[in-house]
């Protein structure tokens, strides 16, 4: 899903502290974990699948060339989303961005640190941004940079540190999806198959779901952000299809009215809102732009179809859901199928 603020997988911190919890709709999913964790920093990155894939691997970047000269062990990221990368594909970073910021570290991430026995993850201060003195204390073999906003500043600073690991045009951080931005990691990291393998869980994942509600297939959709600036129509023409099309959900024909960059709805517009199930979060609570009882009590808003008949429900924010749409990555894509599946059997119900 789009953005909700401008600083992808870093912002997860910003969401966590505006929600006390943790876009694109394209949903649907080393070492070195804890603080003192020396042992898991000499493990490999990851065995299994793809251990002995061929090396050198050379991949080009919007920057230039990343030249990885043998299977990495030692892995740091600049972004949730590239920790969600590497925990998805088996591997604990030796060091990733503070996202969480003291808050709880949501549940589909938790469970894939336990799962890998991490307890907690080895952190840096990411206020001020990237902090390239502790990504270089960890001599990483590898930095994963696929799901950030600020790679056009970084990468020089990142560079002479370890092969950086980031996408091939400027434009793609906003427009690729987590199966790309997971694929390009995979490959530098000799993991292709795992890659693969985790897509295809996913994929089984809302498959599943789409068959046992059969009833969401042909429903029109609104997916509603309400950010500090304004209230915005997310579920745009141009919007990579996601998990509520996966579903069976399609686009309003409103959606074609509005884009990346030109997605605010006016309190006078909130017409434009209307489909057959409108879905509406409030990740910023009492900092959006409006208040849930302000807009669900205004009179244009409750003449709207879906709202009088009951087909609205609002996407929780605090259990770091509205975020895990916000930004789709392989580690949170079933776990999103999971939470979202039974909000919107209610909302096509109109219960």
């Not at 996913?202 to 309400?226: D, I, L, Q, R, S």
């Not at 299809?241 to 959900?249: I, T």
Request: charged share 25%; net charge negative.
């Amino acid at each position: 899903m789009s953005v909700l603020n401008r600083t992808r997988r870093r912002p997860a911190r910003s969401l966590a502290a505006l929600t006390a919890a943790a876009a694109c709709l394209g949903l649907l999913t080393a070492c070195g974990g804890g603080e003192d964790s020396t042992a898991a920093k000499d493990k490999p990155a990851a065995a299994g699948a793809d251990a002995s894939a061929a090396f050198p691997v050379s991949l080009t970047n919007a920057w230039g060339k990343t030249e990885v000269k043998k299977k990495p062990v030692k892995v740091a990221t600049v972004s949730d989303g590239d920790t969600a990368i590497a925990l998805a594909l088996g591997i604990v970073p030796v060091i990733t961005p503070d996202v969480e910021d003291g808050a709880k570290v949501p549940e589909y991430k938790q469970r894939a640190i336990d799962k890998l026995g991490a307890g907690k993850l080895k952190t840096y201060d990411d206020t001020d941004g990237t902090a390239y003195e502790a990504i270089a204390a960890e001599a990483p073999d590898i930095i994963l940079g696929m799901n950030t906003w600020e790679m056009d500043a970084d990468y020089a600073k990142l560079q002479p540190i370890a092969p950086v690991v980031t996408f091939t045009d400027k434009a793609h951080a906003d427009t690729l999806t987590w199966q790309d931005r997971l694929k390009t990691a995979a490959k530098a990291l000799g993991l292709s198959a795992k890659a693969d393998e985790v897509i295809a869980a996913n994929e089984k994942a809302t498959t599943e779901a789409a068959a046992a509600h059969p009833e969401f297939k042909g429903k029109t959709y609104t997916y509603t952000v309400v950010h500090p600036e304004q209230v915005s129509f997310m579920s745009y023409a141009d919007q990579d299809p996601g998990v509520f099309e996966k579903l069976g959900f399609t686009k309003t024909d409103k959606a074609k009215n509005y884009a990346p960059n030109k997605n605010a709805v006016s309190l006078e517009n909130l017409d434009q809102l209307d489909a057959d199930v409108l879905l509406v979060t409030y990740p910023f609570g009492d900092r959006g732009v409006i208040s849930a009882t302000e807009l669900e009590s205004n009179k244009l808003f409750q003449s709207l179809n879906a709202v009088k008949t009951k087909h609205f429900t609002v996407i929780p924010s605090e259990n770091s859901l509205s975020s895990a749409i916000a930004y789709p990555d392989a580690l949170s894509a079933p776990w999103v199928v999971e939470q979202l599946t039974p909000l919107l059997a209610k909302a096509v119900a109109g219960q």
